[in-house]
């Protein structure tokens, strides 16, 4: 019930289009989704993040989609550019009590010139 | 750069050996974690420390342990290394309190058993 699902493992989109990740979770006492990207030797960086109580939000190319009973998130990409090919992770947490990110398994982006 | 710095950057050791990773949060942070990456398991939470304090435990082996310092430090102790041990160790802080518990993530530290 801790876990959280990842997919796709690996995506190639062409530059200037729209990548989507898409994550869902088991776990409803989860409350707070954040997203991280992770290039080659560097730690994850925190993207964007989302509570359940708004179904969407919109922070420049990255917007994060919310489905509460579907239990389903999802990342996208607008206007996708090369600088963009990394690792991306979703993760899910409770904010009180225990804030342990369980993390997706990672999606490989990448965007061809 | 997250504000969050991890020593060593890169370590390698033999199978039976003891090391000792370390981390200094965010300036204000007072929440430590420590998460393991490896090819097979993914991103896997360790540990939780919060003022000093445990807060709470995740998949951590018997052989490794923590703790974080008076200075907010903290440092990871993996013992008896097993080949399986390597991977990514990584080291993330928040406030912990109240509504900010964003985690920010440091660069890692790449531990290599032999």
């Known amino acids: 019930q801790q876990q959280v699902k990842q997919s796709p493992q690996s995506l190639i989109v062409q530059k200037g289009g729209i990548s989507i990740i898409n994550c869902a979770y088991e776990?409803?006492?989860?409350?707070?989704f954040p997203w991280y990207q992770q290039f080659p030797g560097k730690g994850p960086a925190l993207l964007i993040a989302?509570?359940?109580?708004?179904s969407e939000k919109k922070e420049g190319r990255f917007t994060i989609s919310f489905n509460k009973s579907a239990k389903q998130f999802s990342l996208h990409i607008m206007d996708s550019q090369p600088g963009d090919s990394a690792t991306y992770f979703c993760?899910?947490?409770?904010?009180?009590?225990?804030?342990?990110?369980?993390f997706g398994q990672g999606t490989r982006l990448t965007i061809n010139p | 750069d997250s504000g969050v710095t991890q020593t060593p950057k890169h370590l390698i050791t033999a199978t039976g050996q003891r090391v000792t990773l370390r981390c200094s949060p965010r300036?204000?942070?007072?929440?430590v974690y420590w998460y393991q990456q490896s090819l097979d398991q993914g991103l896997q939470f360790l540990i939780q420390y919060y003022n000093g304090e445990e807060r709470a435990k995740g998949n951590i082996l018997e052989r490794f342990s923590a703790q974080q310092f008076p200075d907010l430090h903290s440092e990871l102790n993996l013992s008896s290394l097993e080949l399986g041990d390597s991977a990514l160790y990584f080291c993330?802080?928040?406030?912990?309190?109240?509504?900010?518990?964003?985690?920010?993530f440091g660069p890692g530290t790449r531990l290599t058993v032999t």
């Open positions: 993760a899910a947490s409770m904010v009180w009590g225990a804030q342990k990110l369980v």
């Open positions: 776990n409803t006492a989860f409350d707070y």
């Open positions: 300036s204000g942070d007072l929440s």
């Open positions: 993330a802080s928040s406030v912990g309190r109240g509504d900010n518990y964003e985690q920010y």
């Open positions: 989302i509570r359940p109580d708004v």
